[in-house]
């Protein structure tokens, strides 16, 4: 598995879900072909850990949106992944809860072991790419320069 630092250079914006309709790990959602994102917060003393406990990795569910196309016309009060350095991995298939949290783990781990700054937060990604799943981890990098 590898893992990157991204430069995202512009916000993505997302339509807000309805708790009830946010089912991240639903395999009935896994046959949507929108692009959705889930925002977790995750407990700051579990989020500095090189040793968490797994699902912890997830954290709690804050928020969730499908992409507004083009970023759409009015993004006041749309979901936001902030443009900024995010540490990142992906993997070309959906994971389901227990696939996630292993994923979000991992993450963390090898993010820690470099000695990257990542913040207490993770945003989950489902797309399509090339016609395929994909499922991206991304955790906001903090003090560190903006890079190439």
Same mark, same amino acid.
């Given at each position: 598995?590898?893992?990157?630092?991204? @430069?995202?250079?512009?916000? !993505?914006?997302?339509?807000? #879900? =309805? %708790?009830?309709?946010? *089912?991240?790990? &639903? +395999?009935?959602?896994?046959? @949507?072909?929108?692009?959705? !994102?889930?925002?977790?917060? #995750? =407990? %700051?003393?579990?989020? *500095?850990?090189? &040793? +968490?406990?797994?699902?912890?990795?997830?954290?709690?569910?804050?928020?969730?949106?499908?992409?507004? %196309?083009?970023?759409?016309?009015?993004?006041?009060?749309?979901?936001?992944?902030?443009?900024?350095?995010?540490?990142?991995?992906?993997?070309?298939?959906?994971?389901?809860?227990?696939?996630?949290?292993?994923?979000?783990?991992?993450?963390?781990?090898?993010?820690?072991?470099?000695?990257?700054?990542?913040?207490?937060?993770?945003?989950?990604?489902?797309?399509?790419?090339?016609?395929?799943?994909?499922?991206?981890?991304?955790?906001?990098?903090?003090?560190?320069?903006?890079?190439?």
């Amino acid at each position: 598995m590898d893992f990157f630092r991204l @430069s995202l250079r512009s916000s !993505l914006y997302y339509r807000r #879900l =309805d %708790p009830p309709l946010w *089912r991240p790990f &639903d +395999p009935a959602a896994a046959g @949507s072909r929108e692009e959705t !994102l889930f925002c977790f917060a #995750l =407990d %700051p003393a579990q989020a *500095r850990r090189i &040793d +968490p406990e797994p699902e912890a990795c997830l954290g709690s569910l804050g928020a969730a949106g499908t992409a507004l %196309p083009g970023g759409g016309p009015d993004t006041a009060g749309a979901l936001e992944l902030p443009a900024g350095l995010y540490y990142f991995t992906q993997v070309r298939e959906w994971l389901d809860r227990a696939g996630c949290a292993a994923m979000a783990e991992e993450l963390q781990k090898e993010g820690l072991w470099e000695r990257r700054g990542l913040g207490a937060r993770l945003y989950l990604r489902r797309l399509f790419e090339d016609g395929a799943p994909v499922t991206q981890f991304l955790r906001p990098l903090e003090n560190e320069g903006p890079g190439p």
